[in-house]
């Protein structure tokens, strides 16, 4: 993910509800379930899908505990 990119995702996170917010990591989740599953049967072409993955989940969990600690002003 670009740098770019990073910054775009967590200003769209920071305005969301804290319930859009799950949802939203709940969508990453999948994502990362599905693509797990296809680097398994060998079909995934590429493979820094999976890490950048999973760096994203951990930014918007990160996202999601500064709002539910500090209220929706965070």
């Keep these: 993910m670009k740098r770019s990119e990073v910054r775009e ?3 769209k996170a920071r305005g969301l509800s804290l319930l859009e917010l799950e949802k939203l990591i709940r969508e990453k989740k999948r994502e990362l379930m599905d693509l797990r599953f296809q680097a398994a049967i060998g079909q995934l072409s590429q493979n820094h899908r999976i890490q950048d993955t999973k760096k994203s989940i951990a930014r918007l969990l990160t996202v999601w ?3 539910r600690k500090g209220g929706e002003d965070a």
Excluded: D, I, Q, R
Aim: hydrophobic share 35%; glycine share 0%.
């Design 65 to 67: 505990n500064e709002k």
């Design 9 to 11: 995702l967590l200003k």
